[in-house]
């Protein structure tokens, strides 16, 4: 059975709420305890930006990437930051909304957590 862990990133990433950087560590940290989970990092409100080819994470998004795990922007999100979704990093997806992402996988059987 491949089990599904959903992360979700949501809000302004200003201290002391997490930010894409702390949830990449703890997808990381995840990894390391349940190697043979399918991770979802679920990106929702401004930090969607950070998903960007240009931002100063856009290393760290497609290193997730590259290291299997799935990395989700919310377009709504995207819209409201005026983000180009084809601007993205490699290998992120665009999901139409967050919250029916997180709603239909966790009725798949996801487990979920808030970053």
Not at 17 to 32: K, S
Not at 40 to 48: C, I
Not at 85 to 110: F, H, K, N, P
């Amino acid at each position: 059975m491949n089990h599904h862990l959903l992360l979700h990133l949501a809000g302004t990433g200003d201290a002391p709420l997490p930010n894409l950087e702390m949830a990449a560590r703890i997808a990381r940290n995840a990894r390391a305890e349940l190697p043979d989970w399918t991770i979802e990092l679920v990106v929702q409100g401004p930090q969607v930006a950070l998903l960007a080819t240009g931002s100063e994470l856009a290393q760290e998004v497609v290193s997730l990437v590259d290291a299997g795990f799935i990395v989700s922007a919310c377009a709504n999100s995207l819209r409201s930051a005026a983000v180009d979704g084809e601007g993205l990093a490699a290998g992120v997806r665009i999901v139409s909304a967050a919250v029916a992402r997180l709603a239909t996988a966790q009725m798949d059987g996801a487990a979920y957590i808030r970053v």
